[in-house]
């Protein structure tokens, strides 16, 4: 049996449940590719997964590997593969219920599978695919923005915010955005419109009525982006559930987005980095060995942009 290195959980727990080791390497199945990891993206969900947050609803067989954005090379095609050829280089965010992307190979749907923009390396490409989605997704079909409205972005210069202001800006909506006072400047050249410092303002006190909140915030946060939808307008979350009861009584529009992989989507994505209107900051990059680094870096909450593994 053909081994690679990996980053595993045997258990649920804190950062010393991570496993660096030799795991078997898989096999493409039917309309799967085997994808050779170059660089593996960090996000919120890989260390809400290995506390066992999510176990309920993704019933993971263990031992796992973790990660779910990846930026690659198609090494193998499983039967019925259409649209790829080895070779081929690919970024996608893969199934969350399946085996991630902190190893030297993973096995992927088709389906989840876009071609990466040829102009970033994989580093930068890894870091796009879950956050960017998700802000494509709550965005645009969920929220339904368009030219000329205004959109509340929480959590601005994070992984989903930073990507939710450049797609919200190049649909032509104005943008405010929430972010501690160390974030303001790269704000600004985001093109962000009106930036409000969560530590020492209340936004609901500045922030004039909007057509969408995206919130990434949740609990107060949620509560109080309550008073800042405008009449028709739409409070979109991807942390908890907005109550849809205040929702009707304040005769506004509620969302819950659990991100979807979604090659289309991610084909879109590319379009818009080819096209210089959407690129991602990576803060932080790291060796894949030090991958409870990077969730222990995530987990405080404070990530400017993306963190990303370094995998070849
Ligand atoms: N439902 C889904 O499918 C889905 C998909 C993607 C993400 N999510 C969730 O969405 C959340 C955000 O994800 P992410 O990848 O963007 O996380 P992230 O990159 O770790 O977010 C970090 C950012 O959050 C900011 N922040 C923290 N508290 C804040 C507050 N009270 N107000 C404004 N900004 C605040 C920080 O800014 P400062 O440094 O200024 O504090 C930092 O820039 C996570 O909980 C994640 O699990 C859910």
Redesign the pocket.
Known sequence: MKTMPAVCIYSYGGPGVLVYEDAPRPHAGDGEVLVQVHAAGI???DW?IREGHLKEMLHHTLPLVLGWDVSGIVAALGSGVKHLKVGDEVFSHPDLARDGAYADFIVIKESEVALKPKSIDHLHAAALP??GL?AWQTLFEAGGLAAGQRVLI????????HLAVQLAKWKGAQVIG???A??HDFLRKLGVDQIVD??TVRFEDVVQPVDVVLD???GD?QERSWKVVKPGGILVS??SPPSAAIAAARGVRQA????QPNAAHLAEIARLVEAEKLKAIVETILPLSDATRGQEL?ER??????IVLRVI
């Open positions: 996000n919120p969900v809400k879950l956050a998700t929480h959590a601005a210069a994070g992984g989903v915010g929430t972010a501690s160390h974030h969560y530590q990434t915030v949740g946060i991807v942390v819950f987005v659990f991100t995530s909450g404070h990530t400017r942009g993306k």
